[in-house]
């Protein structure tokens, strides 16, 4: 399983506008080679570089295996969200408060659906997914602080 995006290289800055306080939009992503034996996708968007630890951003699940791209501000139907650590059950994007931080887009291939209710947190996702990960892949961007 591959993991890229239009919007930016891996290992390259997001656009501005993904930025939380900015236009808080999702970049777009592209999803390849997602195993035959895949029943649904799912997506842990994180900062490991933030303050208290990983800092999770943006959690998706039950994307449909057929998923290809995901557009900015756009997910396919069935698929659930979960809770951020900004407190919201959306994308929320970089919000370093200094200096470059790294943000990994991590993607997974699952051998089911997952029952794993709408406004999950992390925790709730990962134990859902324990047992279940057929594949993943990650893109990582980077993202400064104003005024870097």
Known sequence: MRIASPSFPNGQPLPRDCGYHQSNRSP?????????GARSLALIMDDPDAPGGAF????????????????????????????NQFGNDRYDGPAPPSGIH???????????????????????????????????????????????
């Open 28 to 36: 777009e992503l592209l999803i390849t080679e997602i195993p035959a």
């Open 56 to 83: 999770v951003h943006w959690l998706v699940w039950n994307l449909p295996p057929a998923t290809t791209r995901l557009l900015p501000g756009k997910l396919p139907p069935g698929a659930r969200v979960g809770r």
């Open 102 to 148: 790294h943000y990994f887009f991590r993607f997974f291939a699952l051998d089911e659906p997952l029952s794993v209710p709408t406004g999950a947190d992390r925790r709730a996702l990962e134990k859902g997914m324990k047992g279940h990960i057929l594949a993943e892949a990650a893109l990582m961007g980077t993202f400064a602080a104003s005024g870097h």
